[in-house]
């Protein structure tokens, strides 16, 4: 709490000696007053109302990873009206605009852009327009957010001191769209880079997030196993893959539970398993698939390891082939998402004024998974979960449901939140007022 205290009275302390405060006409020095007036900007209805529209529009019509071109038009037409550069193609159809002087220090904010292969459940006027695809993990809110942002700090450019880079990420949803950002070149020399996720276990107004790690990796494998099919009433003549495959599975279950440490919390989990099609015969193969989540990339590499041997071991042990692929290309693997300790520290005084310190959480880790945990792997990384439950309405499903539903009244909070943590990191890398507005140009 030492480093937090020192960061608040640090942090007023650098926007006293600004000349003209940050984002504001009022000479105060209050910390209060710093990133509350971001809320009341993104809470305008020129910008409000905005990022409604925009995040509807792009609610109607999902895309999923890689195929996001007309969310990816409708960003860049409104970088366009913004007057904002950006960078396009990056990763297929990722988009990266810059806001600031065009030289450092730099500091990102990301948004991911991809729907799911899910049919919309949700009766109201927005709901999606494409069968089989939704929006139902709220990345439609993420991008209209960072616009919404963006459109907060083209309007104070001249007071940016180095710059926010905006990236727009596709195929989030296990498609590792952040890899590919990383391996287009297009980031470099990035101080931190901060993300969020909008999500119904806390109430509007409220954030959370942890130091250290907060996502688990995530893999994925498939294997098949073979044996000799035939008459199921002569088994002797065949070599059963079924049963193989049920005892390859039974044996996953005990690395988790045999060989982890109990404290080093793992998972493996099997959730497909086709094979055969009728009752009397027994078939030549089955497919099982799952996948395989841990804290460390140590325990993810030893899980994956182990869970080939398993696999190949106790097929042969049935008398079986087994071949494990772990989808590398189609699903690569996302490292745990590890939370930078001083950037801890620095969300919390950046949220809390904001928000009020009650309002930020500290949460426990999730098994769940996040390719921001690639970005994390290069620069400093801070990802944080944004609240939007409403005790006055309805219940909000899960990510992922159906019947997903978005409060819309979150988005100023988010919005908010990327102009104050990027626009306040920025003064406090770089204090000296002489160096702001140098010429633009793009160093990145
Ligand atoms: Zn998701
Ligand atoms: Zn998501």
């Given at each position: 709490?030492?480093?937090?205290?020192?960061?608040?009275?640090?942090?007023?302390f650098?926007?006293f000696?600004?000349?003209?405060?940050?984002?504001?006409?009022?000479?105060?020095?209050?910390?209060?007053?710093v990133t509350?007036?971001?809320?009341?900007?993104?809470?305008d209805?020129?910008?409000?109302?905005?990022?409604?529209?925009?995040?509807?529009?792009?609610?109607?019509?999902?895309?999923?990873?890689?195929?996001?071109?007309?969310?990816?038009?409708?960003?860049?037409?409104?970088?366009?009206?913004?007057?904002?550069?950006?960078?396009?193609?990056?990763a297929?159809?990722g988009?990266?605009?810059?806001?600031?002087?065009g030289?450092p220090?730099f500091?990102?904010?990301r948004?991911?852009?991809d729907?799911?292969p899910?049919?919309?459940?949700?009766?109201?006027?927005?709901k999606s327009?494409?069968?089989g695809?939704?929006?139902?993990?709220?990345?439609?809110a993420?991008?209209?957010?960072?616009?919404?942002a963006?459109k907060?700090?083209?309007r104070?450019?001249?007071?940016?001191?180095?710059?926010?880079?905006?990236?727009?990420?596709p195929a989030?949803?296990?498609?590792?769209?952040?890899?590919?950002?990383?391996?287009?070149?297009?980031?470099?020399?990035?101080?931190?880079?901060?993300?969020?996720?909008?999500?119904?276990?806390?109430?509007?107004g409220?954030?959370?997030?942890?130091s250290?790690?907060?996502?688990?990796g995530?893999?994925?494998?498939?294997?098949t196993?073979?044996?000799r099919?035939g008459?199921?009433?002569i088994?002797?003549?065949s070599?059963?893959p079924?049963?193989?495959?049920?005892?390859?599975?039974v044996?996953?279950?005990?690395?988790?539970?045999?060989e982890?440490?109990?404290?080093d919390?793992q998972?493996?989990?099997?959730?497909?398993?086709?094979g055969?099609g009728?009752?009397n015969?027994?078939p030549?193969?089955?497919?099982?698939g799952?996948?395989?989540?841990?804290?460390s990339?140590?325990?993810?590499?030893?899980l994956?390891?182990?869970?080939?041997?398993?696999i190949?071991?106790?097929?042969?042990v049935q008398?079986c082939?087994?071949t494990?692929?772990?989808?590398d290309?189609?699903k690569p693997?996302?490292?745990?998402?590890?939370?930078?300790g001083?950037?801890?520290?620095?969300?919390e005084s950046v949220?809390?004024?904001?928000?009020?310190?009650?309002?930020?959480?500290?949460m426990?880790?999730?098994m769940?998974s996040?390719?921001?945990?690639?970005?994390?792997?290069?620069?400093?990384?801070?990802?944080?979960?944004l609240?939007m439950d409403?005790?006055?309405?309805e219940h909000?499903?899960?990510?992922h449901?159906?019947?997903?539903?978005?409060n819309?009244d979150?988005?100023?909070?988010g919005?908010?939140l990327h102009?104050?943590?990027?626009s306040?990191?920025?003064?406090?890398?770089?204090?000296?007022i002489?160096?702001?507005?140098?010429?633009?140009?793009d160093?990145?």
């Amino acid at each position: 709490m030492g480093f937090f205290f020192k960061w608040v009275n640090l942090f007023v302390f650098f926007h006293f000696l600004a000349a003209t405060p940050i984002f504001s006409d009022s000479s105060s020095s209050s910390n209060a007053f710093v990133t509350t007036k971001f809320l009341d900007l993104a809470k305008d209805p020129l910008v409000f109302d905005w990022m409604i529209g925009i995040r509807r529009k792009i609610h109607e019509n999902p895309e999923l990873g890689y195929e996001e071109f007309e969310t990816s038009k409708l960003i860049r037409t409104e970088l366009d009206k913004l007057g904002i550069s950006y960078k396009y193609p990056v990763a297929v159809t990722g988009v990266v605009g810059f806001i600031g002087t065009g030289l450092p220090p730099f500091v990102a904010l990301r948004a991911d852009m991809d729907a799911l292969p899910l049919q919309e459940m949700v009766e109201w006027e927005h709901k999606s327009k494409v069968p089989g695809k939704m929006h139902a993990c709220g990345h439609d809110a993420h991008v209209a957010m960072l616009l919404g942002a963006a459109k907060i700090l083209k309007r104070h450019e001249n007071e940016i001191r180095g710059t926010v880079v905006l990236v727009f990420q596709p195929a989030e949803e296990g498609g590792g769209g952040a890899k590919k950002i990383l391996d287009a070149g297009v980031l470099e020399n990035i101080s931190a880079i901060f993300g969020l996720h909008i999500v119904p276990t806390y109430p509007i107004g409220e954030v959370a997030s942890r130091s250290g790690p907060i996502f688990a990796g995530s893999g994925f494998f498939e294997a098949t196993i073979n044996g000799r099919g035939g008459h199921a009433a002569i088994p002797q003549h065949s070599i059963d893959p079924i049963l193989a495959a049920s005892n390859v599975i039974v044996s996953l279950q005990h690395i988790v539970s045999r060989e982890v440490d109990p404290l080093d919390s793992q998972v493996v989990t099997v959730g497909k398993f086709q094979g055969g099609g009728a009752f009397n015969v027994i078939p030549d193969s089955v497919t099982i698939g799952g996948t395989f989540r841990a804290f460390s990339k140590e325990s993810f590499m030893q899980l994956r390891q182990r869970i080939e041997q398993v696999i190949t071991g106790q097929a042969a042990v049935q008398r079986c082939n087994a071949t494990v692929n772990f989808l590398d290309d189609e699903k690569p693997f996302s490292p745990p998402t590890v939370n930078n300790g001083d950037l801890h520290g620095y969300f919390e005084s950046v949220a809390g004024s904001l928000l009020g310190v009650n309002n930020v959480k500290e949460m426990q880790p999730l098994m769940g998974s996040e390719d921001f945990a690639f970005y994390q792997e290069v620069f400093p990384g801070y990802f944080f979960l944004l609240g939007m439950d409403n005790a006055s309405n309805e219940h909000l499903e899960s990510p992922h449901s159906p019947y997903f539903k978005i409060n819309e009244d979150a988005l100023p909070y988010g919005a908010a939140l990327h102009v104050s943590l990027a626009s306040s990191y920025l003064l406090k890398l770089n204090p000296d007022i002489s160096v702001v507005g140098g010429k633009h140009h793009d160093e990145l």
